[in-house]
């Protein structure tokens, strides 16, 4: 059983302490330690999310590459990196078999579809993340997170955990311990899980749910809590096409165009059931009939354009992240040249840095910091005078300039 105080969440960037229990995750000598309360966001569609809509449809969009000899893993990866949405691909899948497709008008999702195709791959969405596996996990995957997102009612699955990256082999058992006290969550099973070394990762801000479901579903196992609140890794669903139920306001189902929506009947209504109430109807369905329900909703207004729409989107998601850093409360260590330190951290932080002309004086100034509980603010004043130059900052978007003389 982790509990909080046994594992304090070093989220670092360089190596992996076994006898600490921590992961460190640096391209220098920083070390985060994430102690801010948990940000629980209000119990809802686990696929009713802007990440979901944002990058389902980042996927309908354009992609001419010719992808020649090169490994399912790397070709995945470049996909991911020109669509900006990202892609796990389960550790049960070889990533080093080769793949050679060539691409012209197709879109992103077609890209990726030509390349698991051959291979009897499949995809399942967990939240906004594309997880790649074996036609007979996808279903079970989508499953898992659906539960998980909902269990017992409990807000626990709707914690919003920031993104969550490393740069060398790392054991997963240990992320799971992190994830469990990061987020105050007392967690049994871990030891369910065999050894396993994750090659470097980089995992964007998420709901719990989503992440417990993607990092546990390459052993075949979700998590569940428990009536007070606890986790515990279990097996994930047995009959993953058993129907769940969702209650839609009437007001979101009139949004769904007709033509959406008589796609969606032929598809499903045979494999439903609808209760219908005043102001809302439940629907009893397999989850992927949930989630293509959402997506059927996911068509701009006459008046606004594809790209206009994505933007809000974005500002959506930056708004999320932003208050979500401004909640936190960070103690760290940061040692090193400015130019060392800062963009890592600002990467980390998904923090964007302004472009700077590194003088000889700014790239060079030395940074020794080492703080507690400090504010996002607070951080980038400590670094400033530590550094003596000016670190200003609007939103997500920071700018590192000469001290004042």
């Not at 686990?46 to 354009?62: I, R, V």
């Not at 077609?110 to 596996?133: N, R, S």
Request: glycine share 6%.
């Amino acid at each position: 059983m982790y509990r909080f105080s046994d594992c304090l969440p070093f989220l670092t960037i360089q190596s992996v302490s076994l006898a600490k229990r921590c992961v460190v995750l640096s391209l220098c000598t920083v070390h985060f330690l994430y102690l801010a309360p948990p940000v629980f966001a209000q119990i809802a569609h686990p696929y009713g999310n802007t990440q979901y809509e944002l990058n389902f449809k980042k996927l309908q969009k354009k992609f001419g590459q010719l992808l020649s000899g090169v490994t399912l893993r790397t070709g995945l990866a470049r996909i991911s990196e020109g669509a900006d949405v990202p892609i796990w691909l389960d550790r049960n899948i070889d990533g080093e078999q080769t793949i050679q497709v060539q691409f012209d008008q197709s879109t992103f999702q077609q890209a990726i579809d030509e390349i698991i195709a051959p291979k009897e791959l499949a995809i399942a969405w967990v939240g906004g993340t594309i997880y790649i596996c074996s036609k007979n996990k996808s279903q079970s995957i989508e499953k898992a997170y659906w539960n998980t997102s909902l269990a017992n009612n409990s807000k626990l699955g709707a914690i919003e955990c920031p993104s969550l990256q490393w740069s060398e082999p790392v054991e997963p058992r240990m992320l799971f311990a992190i994830l469990a006290s990061e987020n105050r969550v007392a967690l049994s099973g871990i030891e369910r899980c065999e050894h396993d070394l994750w090659a470097p990762q980089n995992l964007p801000p998420m709901s719990l749910a989503a992440r417990m479901t993607i990092l546990l579903a390459g052993f075949n196992s979700t998590l569940a809590f428990n009536s007070d609140d606890s986790g515990e890794i279990v097996d994930w669903p047995t009959e993953p096409a058993n129907n769940v139920d969702y209650a839609y306001k009437l007001s979101m189902l009139r949004q769904i165009p007709k033509d959406k929506k008589l796609q969606w009947q032929q598809t499903w209504n045979a494999k439903v059931t609808w209760k219908n109430g005043a102001d809302a109807s439940i629907l009893s369905g397999p989850v992927e009939a949930h989630r293509e329900l959402i997506t059927a909703t996911f068509v701009p207004a006459k008046s606004d354009s594809i790209g206009d729409r994505d933007e809000r989107m974005a500002n959506v998601n930056e708004r999320a992240i932003l208050k979500g850093l401004e909640r936190q409360r960070f103690t760290l260590r940061l040692q090193g040249r400015l130019i060392d330190v800062l963009p890592p951290l600002a990467k980390q932080l998904n923090l964007k840095l302004e472009t700077v002309t590194w003088s000889s004086g700014l790239r060079g100034a030395p940074i020794d910091v080492d703080v507690r509980t400090v504010t996002l603010d607070e951080l980038l004043e400590v670094i400033a005078k530590n550094g003596d130059v000016q670190i200003s900052r609007i939103g997500l978007k920071i700018e590192v300039t000469a001290a004042p003389k």
